[in-house]
T-cell receptor
């Protein structure tokens, strides 16, 4: 159980376009979803935390208008990279959890590789 | 400092034990974790340890926690080529914010 999927797994887009990444919890209801960004050979950096039905909380230095997060239901959160530029190219990973989950575990999706040309 | 620190690379031979070390920063972290990431994939939780424990063993994995020094280690016994991956330690800050180290790349050679 506790499977998280992401779609697409890879996306290549032109500079200036917007890209939407979906994160779904397949077999549980996720009250909280997290979005991370990972650069090559680097750690995961938390971008934002979203709770179902409320606005996302962004980490310092992450542009809200650039990275739009919507957590419309208990099984789906979306990250939209608006007006993407080459420096937005990265590996984006989501995770999901629920209230009072055992040992505060987060379940991670397989990631989305974004390449902006 | 603010960072979770790990050595970046470890190379071992198949059958040997691997020890990956980590220092963390938040003494109030309730849980500490080890995650595994295979190339191009997401993170898989390997094991965790509650902050009031010194040691946890789970099959081939042994986690040691030294709270005084804020030091965490992961020992993998009888390391296999399939264990080759990047291993992240992570601490939890606050209720749910995970802070990761930069990851240790483990290379297991036959």
């Amino acid at each position: 159980g506790a499977v998280v999927s992401q779609h697409p797994s890879r996306v290549i887009c032109k500079s200036g376009t917007s890209v939407k990444i979906e994160c779904r919890s397949l077999d549980f209801q996720a009250t909280t979803m997290f979005w991370y960004r990972q650069f090559p050979k680097q750690s995961l950096m938390l971008m934002a935390t979203s709770n179902e039905g409320s606005k996302a909380t962004y980490e310092q230095g992450v542009e809200k208008d650039k990275f739009l997060i919507n957590h419309a239901s208990l099984t789906l959160s979306t990250l939209t990279v608006t007006s993407a530029h080459p420096e937005d190219s990265s590996f984006y990973i989501c995770s999901a959890s629920w209230e009072q989950r055992q040992y505060n575990e987060q379940f991670f999706g397989p990631g989305t590789r974004l390449t902006v040309l | 400092g603010e960072d979770v620190e790990q050595s970046l690379f470890l190379s071992v031979r198949e059958g040997d034990s691997s020890v990956i070390n980590c220092t963390y920063t938040d003494s109030s972290s309730t849980y500490l974790y080890w995650y595994k990431q295979e190339p191009g994939a997401g993170l898989q939780l390997l094991t965790y340890i509650f902050s009031n424990m010194d040691m946890k063993q789970d099959q081939r994995l042994t986690v040691l926690l030294n709270k005084k020094d804020k030091h965490l280690s992961l020992r993998i016994a009888d390391t296999q080529t399939g264990d080759s991956a990047i291993y992240f330690c992570a601490e939890i800050r606050g209720y749910s914010t995970l802070t990761f180290g930069k990851g240790t790349m483990l290379l297991v050679s036959p």
